[in-house]
């Protein structure tokens, strides 16, 4: 087995990646899947940690009259949601799982204790972090490299429904390519949608690195923990 070029990370998993082609909100078939990959990289000594987004049940307020804050408040319960039933895919196949909160669910999660996680995680456990920040007003990317910074993991990857970020629109101009390496300015300058504009911001000053890949193939996942050339990267000092 390839040895892993990471020690620690934080997963980023998209909520409507996971609902993949089911009627229902979430593809339980395709969870173990993915879960199956996770489990090869605890096995070979990765600490994991997971963030899903809630795209699957509730894409916020937008087109209706909700108002902002409670439609974010929706999206953290949705969060939760996705997240459970991501620790019983994990229980199943034999992983010990942890679902942790930044509010206080204590019949269905733990507290969210940055210290907790980690020990956790070193421990070899996998600690979902649900419920978003915590706060509305933010996604659940920013969540995701908010998390990351804390518990001090070499990188946030992003497992979405693109599998890089390219130099325009693929889905528009069909002479866009995808880009291996990117600054996190050139996300900024450009209004690039592929990440949360605040979690780049937050990602920059942290100087976290954030890998971008696609779940369409649940492999990736293994694949970029053990060094494979996948999707996009972005970091500080790359060269425009």
Partial sequence: ??????????????????????????????????VDQIKRCVESGVQVAIVIGAGNIWRGAKGTDVN????????????VINSIGMKDALVRAGLDAHVMTPVMMETF?????CDKAVEYLEKG??????????????STDTAAVLRAAEIGADVTLMAKNIDAIY?????????ATPLREVDYMHILDNHLT??????????????????????????????????ETLGTIVKGGVQK
């Fill in 1 to 34: 087995m390839p040895t892993p070029v990471y020690r620690r990370v934080l997963l980023k998993l998209s909520g409507e990646a996971l609902k993949n082609d089911a009627a229902s909100i979430l593809d339980f078939a395709y969870m173990d899947t993915v």
């Fill in 68 to 79: 902002r804050t409670r439609a974010d408040h929706m999206g953290m319960l949705a969060t």
């Fill in 109 to 113: 999660t733990e507290p969210y204790l």
């Fill in 125 to 138: 456990s996998v600690v979902i972090l649900a419920g978003g920040s915590g706060a509305p007003f933010f």
């Fill in 167 to 175: 130099t325009a629109d693929p889905r528009v101009d069909p002479t």
């Fill in 194 to 227: 592929a990440i949360d504009i605040t979690a780049t911001a937050f990602a920059m000053e942290n100087k976290m690195p954030i890998h971008i890949f696609g779940l369409d193939d649940p492999e990736n996942i293994s694949k970029v923990i053990m060094g």
